[in-house]
């Protein structure tokens, strides 16, 4: 049987369970997400979160997070983003928030995780230290190997967006290239299914469980699409399938005349 993973990502959760961000309660919609991808009949084998996890830098945001993930039995590993204070992170997500570089291991693949935060800055970057770790990872590992961060490496065709991905994310891919068993780069940050080849190496992003961005757009711009979620399907020979899943509908609509937030 293949491994399956939930990806959720870009929460902008609020200690106040009523917090509101660009017209969506944040909280109430990654609930609304989070009972969607536990709704089928057996339970994912992980949960991966991939930053922008609390967005008022609150202990209150953290701690619910923990016990909420905590209640749904199932592994999780969390990675920060622009919006997230790591120390925060580490205080109250305990073992779930993952450092600079970490690897965890299901059955027959490694998930590698990288923390792309540049503290002061929305865009990312990997520092020459995680690069030489990574390289080492898969030079001793060949595993199949799945790598999760929060900034997107790779242009998406959104120019606003592409500039604050990650500053150096060629630099990422280039290594990358260079080991056949790194299978797909997973990514939060752009708020919008992205899926495209890089080589042999798929890129993959997510939904918000909030709010989403408008694809193709050249300046900052929110789309109507509900919030919804990634899956993944990963086999013991290395293949490796996936899909999007949004909420059929949600009552709460985002402020398009909003500028940024």
């Known amino acids: ?19 509101r961000l660009l017209g969506i309660t944040t909280r109430l919609s990654f609930e609304s997400v989070l009972a969607l991808a536990l709704s089928a009949p057996s339970s994912p084998d992980a949960l991966i979160l991939t930053g922008d996890l609390v967005q008022d830098e609150t202990p209150t945001g953290y701690r619910y997070l923990r ?27 305990g073992p779930a928030a993952l450092g600079s570089v970490a690897l965890r291991r299901l059955d027959r693949w490694n998930l590698i995780f990288l923390d792309s935060i540049v503290p002061g800055s929305d865009g990312g970057r990997l520092t020459a230290d995680q690069l030489d770790q990574l390289a080492d990872l898969l030079a001793n590992d060949k595993a199949p190997s799945l790598i999760c961060l929060h900034h997107h490496p790779a242009a998406i065709g959104s120019d606003w967006i592409d500039r ?36 042999n190496i798929l ?22 699409n509900p919030p919804g979620y990634r899956e993944l399907m990963l086999y013991p020979d290395g293949r490796l399938t996936t899909r999007v899943v949004r909420l059929d ?6 402020l398009h005349q909003a500028g940024g937030y």
């Not at 049987?1 to 917090?19: A, C, I, K, V």
């Not at 060629?170 to 260079?178: H, K, V």
């Not at 509908?249 to 985002?254: D, L, T």
Request: glycine residues 10%; contains cysteine.
């Open 164 to 199: 604050i991905g990650v500053a150096n994310g060629a630099e990422l891919l280039a290594l990358c290239e260079r080991h056949t068993q790194v299978k797909a780069i997973l990514f939060g940050h752009v708020h919008q299914e992205a899926s495209a080849r890089h080589g």
């Open 203 to 224: 890129m993959l992003g997510a939904p918000s469980t909030c709010f989403q961005f408008k694809p193709g757009s050249a300046d900052f711009a929110l789309d109507d």
């Open 249 to 254: 509908q949600y009552a709460e609509m985002p």
């Open 67 to 93: 016990e909420r993930l905590k209640r749904t039995g199932v592994p999780h590993y969390c990675i920060g983003g622009n919006h997230d204070v790591q120390s925060l992170m580490r205080e109250h997500l």
């Open 1 to 19: 049987m293949p491994l399956r993973l939930l990806q959720l990502t870009d929460l902008h959760l609020f200690g106040d369970p009523g917090g």
